[in-house]
């Protein structure tokens, strides 16, 4: 006899209450490549769990500047949004969706109640530590002038987000998610291509596998 599939809740967590709780409030929802998730200043209802895709993570301040953060994949939630909704306050960032995305989406007037579960509280800090930990090395590079490790970092993980060496990307959109001009973007790009971190096409960036900038 086959085996049964395990539910969305069973993907992450063993706890049956837990699990009944999930399935009760859990909302699924699928997003294009593309598609806006939330904005800053909009209000969380609820937090997002990814269950397939990716979905990036961007912070804007109120002149409209951008800086990447982190990529969501699989099993993982946003510790923003986590940490905005627990405190009452607004989205203080960007997300949208890298690919198709689906999400499952737990409304947050649950999340107060959830922490009486110990696998709810592991999975929390679990993904606050984690996206911490991505948050200092974004940080740090901008901290110490690493703009050329920084774009590497970027270019790398928005290919391991689309399971794919070939980004369509101009380099004008680059530079608006790194806060900074397309011309240094331009420049650092043709010195990462002399050395063959990075093959250039037209509005298309070819990231080379398993090399590191030095």
């Not at 109640?113 to 606050?128: H, L, M, P, S």
């Not at 490790?149 to 790194?178: C, D, F, M």
């Not at 900074?180 to 093959?199: C, F, H, P, W, Y």
Request: aromatic share 8%; net charge negative.
């Amino acid at each position: 006899m086959q085996e049964p599939k395990p539910t969305t809740a069973e993907l992450f967590f063993s706890d049956p209450e837990l699990i009944n709780q999930v399935k009760t409030f859990g909302v699924i929802r699928k997003y294009h490549a593309g598609q806006f998730i939330i904005q800053p200043g909009e209000p969380i209802t609820h937090v997002p769990i990814v269950l397939e895709g990716s979905v990036r993570i961007i912070r804007e301040n109120e002149e409209g500047e951008e800086v990447f953060l982190y990529h969501l994949f699989p099993g993982q939630t946003c510790a923003m949004s986590l940490s905005c909704c627990r405190s009452g306050m607004r989205s203080m960032v960007m997300a949208l969706a890298e690919t198709d995305t689906r999400l499952i989406m737990l409304p947050t007037k649950q999340m107060e109640d959830w922490f009486r579960f110990e696998e709810w509280k592991a999975y929390v800090n679990n993904n606050y530590q984690a996206r911490f930990t991505e948050l200092l090395q974004v940080i740090d590079l901008i901290a110490f002038n690493h703009m050329d490790k920084q774009l590497l970092h970027y270019l790398k993980e928005r290919t391991k987000a689309q399971g794919t060496e070939v980004l369509s990307l101009t380099h004008q959109e680059i530079a608006e998610e790194l806060n900074t001009q397309r011309e240094a973007i331009s420049r650092l790009l043709r010195n990462m291509e002399k050395k063959g971190l990075v093959e250039l096409g037209r509005n298309s960036i070819k990231v080379n596998a398993g090399i590191e900038e030095k």
